[in-house]
C-alpha cells in the first residue's frame, strides 16, 4: 500500500482546501479510509473517515458541515474538501486505509490506532 497526499498550503480563514491521497496497492472496496490531523503538541486526530464500503461518512464535530471527504475509484484517489477554513484546522493532515476485507459489517473506527498505512503528510496552514 501507497499513499502520497498533496494541496496542502497556506490559505487565509475562510478559504477553501482540497486534499488529494493518490493510493495504489489495494482495492478501495475492501479498505477503510480517513484523515486524520496532528498539531504541534497534540495527539493524531481523526477528521473524516469511512469505515466500510457503505459506511456514513464520520466526521469530527468541529470539521461538520466545513468538510468532505469522498473517492475516485477509477483514480485511485481519496479527498478532502475543506472549506470555510479556520485557524484552528491548522496541522500536518494525513490520509490512511486499514484492510478491512475479513472484517464482514465491521466499521472501523476514525481512530489514529485504527489504522495500519499512512501517507506522509501534507501541511495546512490557516492564516486568521
Known amino acids: 500500500v501507497q499513499l502520497v497526499e498533496s494541496g496542502g498550503g497556506l490559505v487565509q480563514a475562510g478559504g477553501s482546501l482540497r486534499l488529494s491521497c493518490a493510493a495504489s496497492g489495494f482495492t478501495f472496496d475492501d479498505y477503510a479510509i480517513g484523515w486524520f490531523r496532528q498539531a504541534p503538541g497534540k495527539e493524531r486526530e481523526g477528521v473524516s473517515c469511512i469505515g466500510s464500503s457503505d459506511a456514513t461518512p464520520y466526521y469530527e464535530d468541529s470539521v461538520k458541515g466545513r468538510f468532505t471527504i469522498s473517492s475516485n475509484k477509477a483514480k485511485s484517489t481519496m479527498y478532502l474538501q475543506m472549506n470555510r477554513l479556520k485557524a484552528e484546522d491548522t496541522a500536518a493532515y494525513f490520509c490512511?486505509?486499514?484492510?478491512?476485507?475479513?472484517?464482514?459489517?465491521?466499521?472501523?473506527?476514525?481512530?489514529?490506532?485504527?489504522?495500519?498505512?499512512w501517507g506522509q503528510g501534507t501541511q495546512v496552514v490557516v492564516s486568521s
Open positions: 490512511a486505509v486499514q484492510d478491512r476485507s475479513e472484517f464482514g459489517d465491521y466499521e472501523v473506527p476514525c481512530e489514529a490506532t485504527e489504522f495500519d498505512s
